[in-house]
């Protein structure tokens, strides 16, 4: 019978209620007295040089209270990278600096150059079209082709990087020379040169953000809609404006999805902050859906080619690979770890393979920055890896389930050191492909396949394999990496007198359940009811700090966090039972709610230790603190590693060249899963994500640097009819053998195990109808399946 | 400025609006009835649904004006009277049919007005049916299996 209660039910999530009932509160929900409304003024042209912004006509006009430009933030700082990465030859990377409103150029279509503060929305926005209008610009040739900006050192999108290159990056460049070996030795290679798309995240609450000021006390207030609200304070606060860090909270209530863009700081909050201060009134910013293509980091953006060297059966040599990433016009704050530390490291897959080399050359272009979206790297990885060795398998005439098990590392060979310098501790990818297999009932397909023809369709069943490194990340790694932030994690647990709790936690949750599932985790570990644990997230003046939530890693960084303070609450009741009990601390045992004095019925409950820590009468206060609070700080020894085994079927239309997704069958090992239905959610949504990016959206800017997907009438996202009901198995538990809870992460892996799955599984269905097509770019829409059946 | 008065979940109200004031700012900022969403500029996301006389409309596509002596239903008038979920609110959380909720008001009052017109609706005429809302969570699986089991069928789907 499935467990009702703690770690591992499926307990309904609490913060529904408020979200079915209009209770939530999101950021452009708050109404604040005296508040007044910022409209960005936005580059219309991809690239230009401003000769003059015309603010004088918009400052007279109605309800304006004052107008920021560039000129005014040129002496604070820039929105920083947060990762350092050197080239191949040892060089440090460029990071032009990237202010709060643009000065001097703009760099991409939506590049905030002016705002307007007024005392309505439609003030502002008057006067912001204003601005626009009297605005003088110098139209420079925009650079957005990748490969042209590389050529090309006439034209840089940043006046002192003369190729448009961040860096050129090799992983790991000592071994090249063996991998190139390799390469000329193998019987055989494969060659797939191929396109990771460009994406917009859309999290379906547009970014937002208030600015509060209070003149009393200097204080500053952002209420802001942040995946990580203490980095956001630390970058605002250090970096950009100068505020003092205690000076400033940040407050991210609830956000209505972030997929990676939320992660990061925008000058639209620094402007908000500054302004209120300017003004001593709140103000407050909310993105049109348009301004959210503009102006939010895109995802992706890979131009790759990758070679496989293996011998005749299939057994893989050596993985090389070339990638152009995209960076955009400003590197974002993660933008230059994800094509290089969360991609290359990744590219060895689940494999045994001696030989890994990676070349990645991330490029600045005139359009909206590039920085992690939902699996981050780690689904350019898979998606080269898996697509590449279905080809192998094409070329060879080889089975392509047999291949991946043929080269899967076994698990007597864990923990392993990769070639591109991780160290997988656990995974069972045997049992997961076993599992997909069964779930998809591969002995059936060719009954399916021969249906679908009937049926006038083409059947294809695709394969994907894939792994990733989250619960992200050990600091000392990072640090050598490059990376500018520790990325451990931290909560404190309140009791309360009357034996409930407040957990503060630095996970940020925006979809994700944190108040139920954490809640599950901290009352089984105390033997107390769900109901009586309170989870408060999203508030740097009430938690103790945190670095939020991406990359897999609320549970596997800050849950192991909370089980710690958990612990440390435990040993003090101990102390406190014990000296209630009249009894040695090392004779104090804690099962199910009571502590107990071992081998006597003696006993106190949670509950009555609670209320004595906080009514201590009698205490032998030299030994023994009042109250019962505990935190604590975690930093994880290594990432996590889940894995699984994703199976996709389609048919295809060969008349139209229109692609159903018919059937997606997910087996993933996550380790220890806390709360299943929440896992099922997950994996589900990256997945619906997983199957946009393959078969809908496509992110696309004319030779001018004009997005032409700028609304949802032109960016094709996933709806209802667009996807299967997936089946979904986590049952192949791996526990991870580094955080006390087991927990791997799932946040990501339907995105980033299914895009090969689907795309395999097309050019299956192709080439059983005759059309021996070696590949077809993401997104696989009708009219490039069409092209590419009928030349 | 025009004076309009309609009725909102049963209740009479009324308020100042300009001839550009669109349904939903008049219902969030004129009312505080912040449940219904903005999450687009071009009426096709619909996390801005509500009932305007029993029809699933995008508040964010009409003028308030132009609602003036009907009745409005938002996500805040779909509980039960005492307060407990109705049995489609209910059915999104026994089946997990919202993570972020952002676009779970849309969801919900589109579901709702589908299963007024369709009381058994297939899954084909579920997902054809909430091809006007997107939602970025939850792939739609569970949002789906949520509206099918409201309508009291059984699901197919794990």
């Not at chain 1, 695709?462 to 990072?478: D, F, H, Q, R, Y």
């Not at chain 2, 409309?57 to 938002?74: H, I, L, N, P, Y």
């Not at chain 2, 579901?111 to 369709?118: G, K, P, T, V, W």
């Not at chain 2, 699986?141 to 309508?151: G, P």
Request: with cysteine; hydrophobic share 40%.
């Amino acid at each position: 019978m499935p467990k009702d209660y703690g770690i591992g039910a499926s307990s309904k999530r609490r913060e529904d209620v408020r979200f079915l009932t209009g209770r939530g509160v999101y950021t452009d929900d708050m109404a604040l007295h005296g508040q007044t409304y910022a409209v960005f003024v936005r580059s219309t042209v991809a690239h230009g040089r401003i000769r003059s912004v015309g603010t004088e006509a918009a400052s007279k006009m109605p309800g304006v209270l004052a107008i920021f430009t560039g000129e005014d933030f040129k002496d604070v700082g820039g929105n920083p990278a947060g990762w350092l990465i050197n080239s191949r030859d040892g060089t440090p990377m460029h990071e032009p600096k990237r202010p709060v409103l643009a000065h001097g150029k703009v760099r991409h279509v939506g590049d905030a150059y002016a705002a307007v503060i007024a005392e309505t929305y439609q003030q502002a926005k008057d006067a912001a079209q204003q601005i626009s209008d009297d605005t003088d610009i110098e139209e420079l040739p925009a650079i957005v082709d990748m490969r042209a900006a590389l050529a090309d050192s006439s034209n840089r999108v940043h006046d002192e990087i003369p190729d448009n290159q961040c860096y050129d990056w090799g992983w790991i460049e000592d071994n090249r020379a063996a991998v190139d070996a390799a390469f000329k030795s193998a019987p055989h290679v494969t060659t797939l040169e191929l396109v990771n798309n460009r994406l917009v995240p859309n999290a379906m609450e547009p970014r937002a953000s208030i600015g509060e000021y209070f003149p009393g006390t200097g204080d500053y207030k952002l209420t802001t809609t942040s995946q990580n609200p203490h980095l956001t304070r630390l970058l605002v606060a250090a970096f950009v404006l100068g505020i003092p860090e205690n000076k400033l909270t940040v407050v991210a209530p609830d956000v209505g999805g972030g997929f990676g863009s939320k992660i990061y700081h925008y000058g639209e909050e620094a402007l908000v902050l500054a302004a209120a201060k300017k003004l001593a009134r709140p103000v407050r910013w909310t993105a049109e859906r348009s301004e959210s293509f503009l102006s939010d980091a895109h995802g992706r953006d890979h131009v790759t080619k990758i070679e496989l060297a293996c011998d005749k059966e299939g057994n893989f040599l050596a993985f090389r690979t070339e990638t152009m990433a995209n960076v955009g016009a400003y590197l974002s704050n993660f933008a230059t770890v994800t094509p290089t530390f969360l991609h290359g490291t990744l590219m060895a897959g689940p494999y045994k393979v001696p030989h890994v080399y990676v070349n990645v050359k991330t490029v600045f272009t005139n359009t909206a920055p590039v920085d992690a979206y939902r699996g981050a790297g780690r689904p350019e990885a898979t998606y080269s890896l898996e697509r590449v060795i279905d080809k192998m398998c094409r070329e060879l005439g080889l089975d392509p389930f047999e291949v991946r098990r043929k080269n899967f590392l076994t698990t007597d060979m864990f923990p392993y050191t990769t070639p591109v310098g991780l160290v997988y501790d656990t995974g069972n990818y045997h049992a997961t492909l076993d599992k997909a297999m069964e779930m998809a009932d591969v002995a059936g397909f060719a009954k399916r396949r021969a249906d679908s023809a009937a049926r006038g369709k083409l059947r294809g069943m695709g394969l994907s394999t894939w792994i990733e490194a989250c619960g992200i990340a050990p600091s000392n790694l990072v640090g050598i990496l490059g990376a500018r932030v520790g990325l451990y994690d931290a909560a404190t647990v309140r009791v309360n007198a009357t034996g409930n709790i407040s957990v503060m936690v630095g996970a940020h949750s925006h979809g994700q359940g944190h108040e139920t599932v954490f809640a599950q985790i901290a009352a089984e570990k105390l033997g107390i009811p769900e109901s009586s644990v309170e989870i408060v997230h999203g508030d740097t003046s009430k938690i103790p700090f945190g670095m939020g939530s991406y990359g897999s890693r609320s549970l596997a960084v800050c849950g192991v966090a909370m089980t710690k303070a958990i612990d440390k609450i435990v040993a003090k009741g101990k102390k406190i039972a014990a000296h209630m009990l009249e009894a040695a601390e090392g004779d104090i045992t804690f099962e199910d709610g009571k502590f107990s004095v071992a081998g006597t019925d003696k006993a106190k409950t949670f509950g009555e230790i609670a209320f004595s820590a906080y009514v201590p009468h009698n205490y032998p206060l030299e030994t023994l603190e009042p109250g019962l609070e505990e935190t604590a700080f975690y930093d994880p020894a290594n990432f996590t590693y889940p894995a699984g085994a994703y199976i996709c079927e389609v048919e295809v239309d060969e008349g139209t060249g229109k692609v159903d997704v018919v059937a997606f069958h997910c087996a993933d090992d996550f380790g220890n899963v806390m709360n299943p239905m929440i896992v099922e959610g997950q994996v589900h949504g990256g997945v619906g994500q997983g199957i946009g990016q393959a078969l809908l959206e496509s992110t696309t800017y004319d030779e001018n640097g004009q997005l032409l997907t700028g609304s949802y009438m032109d960016y094709a996202m996933p709806r209802a009819g667009d996807v299967p009901f997936y089946n979904v198995d986590y049952s192949c538990q791996t526990a991870c053998t580094h955080n006390v809870l087991g927990v791997k992460g799932c946040g990501e892996a339907g995105a980033i195990g299914s895009p090969p799955a689907v795309v395999n599984a097309v050019l299956d269905a192709l080439h059983s109808g005759g059309h021996k097509i070696a590949h077809i770019d993401m997104p696989v829409s009708p009219g490039r399946v069409w092209q590419a059946i009928n030349g | 400025m025009t004076q309009v008065s309609m009725t909102v979940n049963g209740k009479p109200v009324s308020g100042e609006v300009e001839g550009r004031t669109l349904l939903v700012q008049f219902l969030r900022e004129g009312l505080g009835l912040t449940g219904t969403h903005v999450g687009c500029d071009t009426s096709q996301c619909g996390a801005c649904v509500v009932h305007v006389d029993g029809k699933p409309v995008k508040s964010c596509t009409v003028f308030a004006q132009d609602v003036a002596g009907s009745s409005v239903k938002t996500i805040e008038g779909m509980a039960n009277a005492d307060g407990s979920l109705g049995t489609l609110q209910q059915a999104f959380q026994d089946h997990h049919g919202l993570q972020c909720g952002f676009c779970t008001p849309g969801m919900v009052m589109s579901s709702a007005a589908l299963l007024a017109d369709n009381p058994n609706p297939t899954e084909a005429e579920v997902r054809h049916h909430l091809e006007g809302n997107i939602c970025r969570c939850t792939g739609y699986h569970n949002i789906v299996k949520a509206v099918l089991t409201a309508s009291g069928q059984p699901v197919a789907a794990e």
